[in-house]
């Protein structure tokens, strides 16, 4: 079936630094992919998505890039600040099956920003 | 300004009560979802909807039920909490099939059972 991995987490880093977050996922077909933040004591936030092979999403200053033959989402950004810290989560939404539209996401990823 | 409300944001129970958790949202979304959180972060699906009077079981079993008698409503109920229900429950809705619509999430309740 369709799912979703991405890298364990907590990440910590310094302010400024660069931050890349890994996504893979398997699925049938086309899934469109998502990625989510959610800030403490908030619910989740769409951060970008990408909805073809080759798209990117950007919001932010976060990239990622739908990469079909590495099946892979990769979440980016040049330089955090201590205002990124949260849980990032990946996502890909079920064309197919009785679940039609049912986002499948990851387990998701800590990350703390340092000043 | 949030679009999906969810009340109460904090909850705490005894063992035994029945509880209501409220989800409401104002953007005519047709499908709407709760989500189970554990303390690790990871999110399970336990219920959906399509619309009104349609409710399904998500990916996670659960002794919850939902209702959906009006479009903006999707409230999630439990006839006798345990303290295995304790836990942050998100409520979120899409619209329906638009080549993977995003979701729309409250800020969730946060419920302890003692």
């Known amino acids: 079936g369709n799912s979703v991995t991405q890298m364990e987490g907590p990440v910590t880093l310094s302010e400024e630094a660069f931050l890349t977050i890994n996504c893979t996922y398997t699925?049938?077909?086309?899934?469109?992919l998502f990625w989510y933040v959610q800030y403490p004591g908030e619910g989740l936030q769409l951060l970008l998505k990408?909805?073809?092979?080759?798209d990117k999403g950007s919001n932010k200053g976060f990239e990622a890039t739908y990469r079909k033959e590495t099946t892979s989402f990769h979440l980016e950004k040049g330089s955090v600040q201590v205002s990124d810290s949260a849980v990032y989560f990946c996502?890909?939404?079920?064309?197919?099956?009785?679940?039609?539209?049912?986002?499948?996401f990851g387990k998701g990823t800590k990350l703390s920003v340092k000043p | 300004e949030a679009d999906i409300y969810q009340t109460p944001r904090y909850l705490v129970i005894g063992t035994g009560k029945k509880i209501t958790l409220e989800c409401s949202q104002t953007?005519?979304?047709?499908?709407m979802y709760w989500y189970q959180q554990d303390p690790g972060m990871e999110l399970h699906l336990i219920h959906y909807?399509?619309?009104?009077?349609?409710?399904e079981k998500g990916d996670l079993s659960s002794e919850s039920t939902v209702s959906r008698i009006r479009t903006e409503h999707f409230p999630l109920t439990l006839e006798s909490a345990r303290p295995s229900h304790t836990s942050q429950y998100l409520c979120?809705?899409?619209?329906?099939?638009?080549?993977?619509?995003?979701?729309?999430f409250g800020n969730g309740t946060r419920l302890t059972v003692t």
């Open positions: 996502a890909l939404s079920d064309h197919y099956g009785g679940s039609q539209g049912n986002l499948i």
């Open positions: 909807s399509y619309g009104v009077n349609s409710t």
């Open positions: 699925a049938t077909g086309y899934p469109s």
């Open positions: 990408a909805t073809k092979a080759d």
């Open positions: 953007m005519g979304h047709d499908k």
């Open positions: 979120a809705s899409s619209a329906l099939y638009q080549g993977g619509s995003p979701l729309h």
